[in-house]
């Protein structure tokens, strides 16, 4: 169905066709889609066609692409996916695709809001055995609402931005007074985040049933997270200066239309949620998403997000039933992806056992927690309809020596 | 040193002279200047004077004349004291006075990242006692950083919109599952806001002596709380829904630099804070701003803002230590101002002891928490170099029946 070159296994094939911005040496940015190693620009193939869109595509974010709605998120998604069936257009966007090593990618999107929760139910039972070991592994809220909060959404860097180590207040040892340097506990968290493409009004909020309808994609998500400081400050606001630091998203944003065939049920939620968080209405609302995390090349975990006790559905229908508006460009993550066992953990944290338990990398080195020049790859993909798979992109980052004012 | 003719307690003569964003009609919005009851509109005068910075005056934020930076906004504001001084422009300026009940006015800035602190020891003691009585009243860092976290950017509201009482999930006497419904402690938090407007880099934190040049200027805010949502949902993570349905900020923006007058030293901070938020190379690092809560038109309380225990420079100097960058338009609230006693609390959770002593609003009513209907204002002055005042700007807002989805 399409007059491409694509191996039947191709990760960037029709099935993915992900949305990001690039820019060619000093031009301007816009919109491009990838397919295998290659990158569609699409304002030159939409302008050529005069395509009635074509003003989105000239654009440094995907902002007023999502603006469009989602009627015409599945038009124009179907009019690319054609310009690759149809001869008719080959020697047109032949011209157009341009090698994706001779482009540069931006952050995709205008961040706006940047929320991020804590669904998976293995990675709060971590980390409550961990930090709070005197408590219940879990808060007694945690299966009453997705528990969520507001991240910095100005430090939201695309993949491959460096990873400045941060300095900050950490305690140590017995003195209650704290200390200041470069974190020593410097960790990733491997997570999924959901792209809001459709806004709201104050004051309205969005029903479980229309949740989706507000999702336009899906990115990998990186929530680096410095837990010496983390530690140290997050009683009683929450976490602040140990993430705030930067968060790594992939440079290509996946259609949530791309996903049709990886829609699965959610593990089973008791106590009975109530009824603003209740998905019996949704068809299939949990997602068989497929993750990996590499350490300097090493594969050191495969998270599942199928395991996640809260739905994306879920999690955008508590952020607004108080009222709270989404603006285009909003973004929340999943929180750590978490599996049952040291095969599955999503970060270094659970991984090493807050540093107890050091991983092996292969190369003869071990980790408790992130050393400077690490390089972290996290990868993933999905179920898709033709029996192939839909990737999602890649988000990566590598530890760059801390700096102080 | 003005053909203006104002009463000598006018609250905005030529000390305060704020930015705000204002329309007439459908125009479009743009720069105007408060002086007494009246609206210059900036853009108007400059273009017809052939200004160099006309353009940042034809904008629906004050983010552009933001960008410019220090010593243009000094220059600015110094052009237009010249304006209101010198007899050669009494006519054109005149033509573009209008009055502040015939004009709209608007969010004044676009809001980038919100942070909100916790930097009053007073306020941060009464929540302790109220919410973890089985704990210390401080939490153990209190006193060694601005404890802060992130809100939502989104949902910054201008003064004199109304506010939806949020629904949401709070526990409800013994039983341990939580109940759905219109939140029944709705408070206020009066705050002070700082508008950030000059960026930094990613990694690169910013000196504490550097601190206040980021700072553009200074507004009045409302971080509407509800307390049973709050109290239900903040651990681990901090506050989230109880928060976001709406912080309301003042439409009038007052300089950095009309405040020279108020700056006083700060509390004694003991133990010694850490070298990068030491202000001793500070000349009087502290603010004295008296503020006031009226709620139906009764006064119920007047925080000091002098006593606050860490400063603006401080919660600057903290929020970026770890590498995070600051973006034209952040915001970063004080968290509430609370005195010595119960003249002085910032919120009704302190000033009711969480609902167990209702304070009288004089026309026979008591209030725990807010009803719909009621009506709350936040004013503030400090004292200006004439010895007369600055004026803070107002933040009101009227609480509206709830909605559910």
Redesign the interface.
């Known amino acids: 169905v399409t007059w491409l070159q694509l191996s039947n296994d191709e990760p960037y094939g029709l099935s993915t066709l992900p949305y990001g911005i690039f820019r060619v040496g000093a031009d301007q940015a816009r919109v491009g889609v990838r397919v295998a190693d290659q990158v569609l620009d699409v304002y030159a193939v939409a302008r050529a066609l005069g395509h009635d869109s074509t003003r989105v595509f000239d654009a440094t974010a995907l902002n007023p692409l999502m603006e469009l709605g989602p009627a015409s998120w599945s038009r124009i998604r179907a009019w690319i996916t054609s310009l690759f069936a149809e001869d008719a257009h080959r020697e047109l966007v032949t011209q157009h695709l341009l090698p994706l090593d001779s482009v540069t990618l931006q952050l995709p999107i205008d961040v706006?809001?940047y929320?991020d929760f804590?669904a998976s139910e293995r990675h709060a039972r971590n980390v409550?055995a961990i930090?709070?070991p005197d408590n219940p592994d879990l808060?007694?809220?945690w299966k009453?609402?997705p528990?969520?909060?507001?991240?910095?959404?100005?430090?939201v860097?695309v993949s491959g931005?460096p990873i400045?180590r941060?300095?900050?207040?950490c305690r140590s040892g017995p003195d209650?007074?704290?200390v200041?340097g470069p974190s020593n506990r410097l960790d990733i968290e491997c997570e999924v985040g959901f792209v809001v493409g459709q806004p709201t009004d104050?004051?309205?909020?969005?029903?479980i049933t229309?949740a989706e309808q507000h999702i336009f994609g899906v990115v990998l998500l990186n929530d680096w997270s410095?837990r010496d400081?983390q530690a140290?400050?997050?009683?009683?606001?929450?976490?602040?200066?140990?993430k705030?630091?930067?968060t790594s998203i992939s440079a290509w944003v996946v259609p949530w239309e791309a996903f049709t065939s990886a829609r699965i049920e959610q593990p089973p939620q008791e106590?009975q949620v109530?009824?603003?968080l209740d998905t019996a209405a949704i068809r299939r609302p949990g997602l068989d998403l497929h993750l990996e995390v590499a350490i300097n090349g090493r594969v050191v975990t495969e998270p599942e997000f199928s395991a996640m006790y809260w739905t994306p559905a879920q999690m955008l229908?508590?952020?607004t039933?108080?009222?709270?508006?989404?603006?285009v460009g909003?973004l929340f993550g999943s929180g750590t992806v978490s599996g049952d066992d040291r095969t599955s953990f999503g970060s270094l944290l659970e991984l090493t056992w807050n540093g107890t338990q050091p991983i092996e990398l292969g190369d003869g080195s071990t980790r408790g927690y992130l050393d400077d020049g690490d390089v972290v790859v996290m990868t993933g993909w999905a179920p898709a309809p033709d029996g192939g798979r839909v990737t999602l992109g890649e988000v990566s980052g590598t530890i760059t020596e801390s700096?102080?004012?």
């Not at 941060?166 to 207040?169: E, N």
């Not at 104050?202 to 029903?207: E, F, H, M, Q």
């Not at 039933?321 to 603006?327: D, I, K, P």
């Open positions: 706006a809001d929320v804590y409550g930090f709070r808060p007694p809220n009453h609402l528990i969520g909060y507001h991240g910095r959404a100005g430090t860097v931005t400045v941060p300095h900050g207040q209650p007074n704290p200041f104050l004051g309205s909020p969005v029903a229309e410095a400081i140290w400050e997050y009683v009683p606001l929450g976490p602040f200066l140990g705030s630091f930067a106590p109530l009824g603003y229908a508590h952020l039933v108080n009222g709270a508006s989404l603006r909003d700096r102080t004012a």
